[in-house]
Nanobody, 114 residues
Framework: VQLQASGGGLVQPGGSLRLSCASS????????VGWYRQAPGKQRELVAN???????NYADSVKGRFTISRVNAENTVYLQMNSLEPEDTAVYYC?????????WGQGTLVTVSS
């Protein structure tokens, strides 16, 4: 499984970005699909994930601001990020669980700054 993340960039506080993660393989049989992030000097943390049946989980820090979605027909998972804050600055990685193996995308940098 190869994952290609895109959509990062520089945005002002309060702005929005949408991250995309395209899979080289059909996502129909994937388990959890999600986004993690790693800020400088910090550990990688879960931002949000979505299960095959549609259940979602969000980090407390992004609840109400971020929305994860999964479009199996496009083999793509999205992360809509609104009301961005400087604390959201990080490299964002997509992740999928398939046949008990976790696969990671290459990461896309999100910088929130005025």
């Amino acid at each position: 499984v190869q994952l290609q993340a895109s959509g990062g960039g520089l945005v002002q506080p309060g702005g929005s970005l949408r991250l995309s993660c395209a899979s080289s393989r059909s996502m129909v049989n994937f388990g959890a699909v999600g986004w993690y992030r790693q800020a400088p000097g910090k550990q990688r943390e879960l931002v949000a994930n979505i299960m095959s049946v549609g259940n979602t989980n969000y980090a407390d820090s992004v609840k109400g601001r971020f929305t994860i979605s999964r479009v199996n027909a496009e083999n793509t998972v999205y992360l809509q990020m609104n009301s961005l804050e400087p604390e959201d600055t990080a490299v964002y990685y997509c992740n999928v669980l398939f046949r008990r193996t976790a696969y990671w995308g290459q990461g896309t940098l999100v910088t929130v700054s005025s």
